[in-house]
């Protein structure tokens, strides 16, 4: 896992500064913890999930991301999981074969960042055992 991004137990950050103008990177922080938040409604289902399965991480910059993805992408899955899973659709269907597509390629992304997570934890874990 990159050194540059801490596991994040509870998903979204608490501790962001909501002033703007105070730090231009804790802005971009901000406001992107704003529209996760905004996010968070509706993604449902899938959000307690990346809460369970400890999917989400801190980016290099600060910011809550789904582990695997960037802050763009977070926002993109996250928007893209009621469109693609909701049984009613509207609009044409070649927009919903595309959103399903892109859905499942951050998907794919995501489930093979967890999947190296799970790899690297586990060496971690047998190092500690085979050292005692």
């Known amino acids: 896992m990159d050194d540059q991004v801490l596991a994040c137990e509870a998903g979204v ?17 901000s406001d992107h913890e704003v529209e996760l938040a905004e996010t968070r409604q509706r993604a449902g289902l899938l959000w307690s999930y990346l809460e369970t399965m400890r999917g989400f991480a801190i980016d290099a910059q600060g910011r809550t991301i789904v582990l695997g993805l960037s802050a763009d992408e977070t926002l993109e899955f996250l928007r893209l999981d009621p469109i693609v ?18 859905y499942y390629a951050l998907r794919e992304k995501h489930d093979a960042a967890r999947g190296a997570d799970a790899v690297e ?6 190092g500690i055992r085979s050292s005692q």
Do not use: I, P, Q, Y
């Not at 950050?13 to 922080?29: F, Q």
């Not at 934890?121 to 047998?126: P, V």
């Open 85 to 102: 899973n909701s049984e009613a659709h509207g609009g044409e269907v070649c927009e919903h074969e595309a959103a399903e597509e892109r």
């Open 13 to 29: 950050r608490k501790d962001a500064t909501l002033v703007k103008g105070e730090n231009d990177s804790m802005s971009a922080v």
């Open 121 to 126: 934890n586990l060496k971690f874990w047998n």
